[in-house]
Nanobody, 119 residues
Framework: QVQLVESGGGLVQAGGSLRLSCAVS????????MGWFRQAPGKERELVAT???????WYAASVKGRFTISRVNAENTVYLDMNSLKPEDTAVYYC?????????????WGQGTQVTVSS
């Protein structure tokens, strides 16, 4: 069983930065594709960024150039560095994991962490 625990959310002013962390239990973390989703009130869940076991990354157009996803396999941790934050980035952010390739319906989810960006 894989468990994911997010941390690092909070309140920040527009233009500010936050780092989200996702600690993953399990011995085979390095073989999992990891990603961050977000869901704002009244909106559909959105895939924000993914990182493969090979560290190949992908970003949604709305965050490309501002967000960076990374992973440290030795620490079983994935990070999302968020810079130049905008009010429209306000959402609950969820870490997700799936063997090899991350799809729109991952096998494992974290509990979510709130990010609020004030204007």
């Amino acid at each position: 069983q894989v468990q994911l625990v997010e941390s690092g959310g909070g309140l920040v002013q527009a233009g500010g930065s936050l780092r989200l962390s996702c600690a993953v239990s399990g011995r085979t973390f390095s073989s999992y594709a990891m990603g961050w989703f977000r869901q704002a009130p009244g909106k559909e869940r959105e895939l924000v960024a993914t990182i493969m076991w090979s560290s190949v990354t992908w970003y949604a157009a709305s965050v490309k150039g501002r967000f960076t996803i990374s992973r440290v396999n030795a620490e079983n941790t994935v990070y999302l560095d968020m810079n130049s934050l905008k009010p429209e980035d306000t959402a609950v952010y969820y870490c997700a994991a799936q063997r090899l390739v991350l799809t729109s319906n991952p096998d494992y989810w974290g509990q979510g962490t709130q990010v609020t960006v004030s204007s």
